[in-house]
């Protein structure tokens, strides 16, 4: 090996290892270029190059395989190295020659060490790659919320974080969609919704699953209204070979980050879209909800109830009050619905005020079993006062339905005030779409088997009513206030002809049937009508406190003019 070929070895050599310590910067292309003058140096006819995550993948030939430069005379192996990172990891590099060429010593030392450094780059490469796939990608291939995170960091490092709007969009009725085409064709329909979010995104932005059908993503401000068209939503193909297609859209928080967000800690992006988010899943119209100075007072208002809430029940700031279930024909008080107040500072909180705050954490568990067992231990005082007492019905949240010790729960509340099972009616919302039937029905029975009455409250209120009273055996039937004929309604309204055909099936499928909301007396001559003699509502009381509510039950019922 001569001086000068020596001499351009080294020039080469130095400019292949310059290119691959860059990181920023990193040129693929100018590394090749480097590569290949580096094998005209020596003759070199061939470079193969492989990786592979671990030997069982080597076996199967599952890796990649790169041929940088091919000059189409390889005929000879003249080095092939194999090398197992630390992490199992499988690195391969082969050179080939012409059967006319050859290396002396001097050379061959040279070439492996280039072929080890090149090898030693792309473990280094390959292996990083790995690493951010399972650290920025969650196990269906998503970028997950690690990768949205680390882009709004780097935007806010580079000083470009007010450029960006971010948001977060949950899937409507997703649960629904699962049911109705399968699981395996949701996800090929929800992989594919993404998609289309991704494609109008590009490199200004980055769109993330965080969970479930929950979503995110931060891009240029020129690009929300496009965006927001495929929100707003759009027909998914997710069977190509019979065309079928399944119509997707999203609740959206909208968040457009101001040029004053300087140094503020980049969660407060995801805690803002978020609050906007929430608030557009639980609005009657609409959409997208942008966070703005209302939305930020009102998400300051939630984390100060947050705050609060815990003290707050340790301290028995809330109490039970009792709204009356009047049989209509007789006036008789024939059961009762315990319900939570908040009593701060001489104040009754409204439950709107918290109740929707505390139901988006399990802490609503904790509220409702306080309320199950304040309503038990005032009836075991009704029972040993008055040796009478009525029904009464609690609601429970479908958060519990994560217990799988609910029933157990229950019971032991109810049995250490030591109140007889036939005093106590469990209440389940009807509100939610995310119906988790096969949950519903062992909790519904094994209450029924111990002598627990259940109840679906404000039926006709959410997106599967019908199928919540078909697949599942319920005592009572409490009908929303929606169904209830307004005073200036005709006998022959929608809504007259929806009630009194709710109660009929009710009432053939042996269901007690309870109306809720009632207010007026023609309401009341609508429930009579009908057949519907349990009315619940402000005509006869609102809600009372526990002393005049013992008032209204020792006189026993209502007086009524018709």
Not at 328 to 344: M, S, Y
Not at 501 to 526: D, P, R
């Amino acid at each position: 090996m001569d001086d000068a070929k020596r001499e351009q070895y080294y020039v080469l050599f130095e400019k292949m290892v310059d290119n691959m310590v860059v990181v920023k910067d990193f040129s693929r292309e100018d590394l090749v270029k480097t590569l290949s003058e580096i094998c005209e140096l020596f003759h070199i006819a061939k470079g193969v190059t492989e990786f592979y995550r671990s030997a069982g993948r080597e076996k199967l030939g599952d890796g990649e395989v790169m041929v940088d430069y091919d000059n189409g005379r390889a005929e000879k192996v003249v080095l092939s190295k194999r090398v197992e990172s630390m992490s199992g990891a499988i690195i391969k590099g082969t050179l080939y020659m012409a059967n006319d060429d050859f290396l002396d010593n001097e050379e061959l030392q040279k070439v492996d060490v280039m072929l080890r450094a090149l090898m030693a780059f792309i473990s280094r490469n390959r292996l990083s790659k790995a690493i951010v796939q399972v650290g920025f990608n969650d196990e269906m291939g998503y970028p997950n919320f690690r990768a949205f995170m680390r882009f709004l960091e780097r935007a806010q490092d580079d000083g470009e974080i007010s450029e960006y709007t971010a948001i977060r969009f949950n899937l409507k009725q997703f649960s629904v969609v699962n049911q109705d085409i399968g699981r395996d064709n949701a996800d090929v329909a929800m992989r594919r919704y993404f998609h289309l979010v991704e494609t109008v995104i590009e490199d200004d932005g980055i769109a993330c699953r965080i969970g479930g059908d929950n979503f995110a993503a931060v891009f240029k401000k020129d690009l929300l209204g496009s965006i927001l068209e495929i929100l707003r939503g759009v027909p998914v193909v997710y069977d190509k070979e019979h065309r079928r297609r399944i119509y997707i859209s999203a609740s959206v928080g909208v968040y457009e980050i101001p040029g004053d967000f300087g140094d503020t800690h980049i969660r407060e992006v995801m805690d803002r879209v978020s609050s906007a988010e929430a608030v557009a899943k639980r609005a009657d119209t609409g959409y997208v909800i942008f966070y703005d100075a209302e939305l930020r007072k009102q998400r300051d208002n939630m984390m100060r109830i947050r705050r609060m809430f815990p003290r707050a029940l340790g301290n028995g700031e809330f109490v039970v009050y009792y709204q009356p279930k009047v049989n209509i024909r007789t006036g008789q008080i024939v059961g009762t619905e315990a319900l939570c107040r908040w009593v701060r500072d001489g104040r009754v909180i409204p439950p709107m005020e918290f109740i929707p705050i505390i139901e988006q954490t399990t802490e609503i568990c904790d509220l409702d079993f306080y309320v199950l067992d304040r309503a038990c231990k005032d009836l075991r005082a009704w029972l040993d006062t008055h040796e009478t007492g009525v029904r009464a019905s609690v609601n429970l949240s479908r958060k519990h339905l994560l217990d799988t010790d609910l029933l157990e729960h229950i019971l032991q509340i109810i049995d250490r005030n030591q109140v007889p099972h036939e005093y106590i009616e469990i209440e389940l919302t009807e509100t939610t779409t995310d119906v988790r039937f096969k949950d519903l029905r062992r909790v519904a029975q094994g209450l029924q088997q111990a002598g627990i009455r259940t109840s679906v409250d404000d039926f006709g209120m959410g997106y599967s009513s019908l199928n919540l009273i078909r697949e599942i055996d319920w005592d009572v039937l409490k009908i929303d206030r929606s169904f209830l004929p307004k005073d200036e309604e005709a006998a022959g309204s929608i809504t007259s002809i929806m009630f009194r055909h709710v109660v009929s099936m009710a009432q053939a499928m042996g269901l007690e049937c309870i109306a809720e909301g009632v207010e007026t007396e023609n309401q009341i001559k609508c429930l009579l009508d009908n057949n519907c003699e349990i009315a619940q509502g402000f005509y006869f009381d609102k809600p009372l406190p526990k002393e005049e509510f013992e008032a209204k039950l020792e006189e026993g019922k209502y007086e009524i003019n018709w």
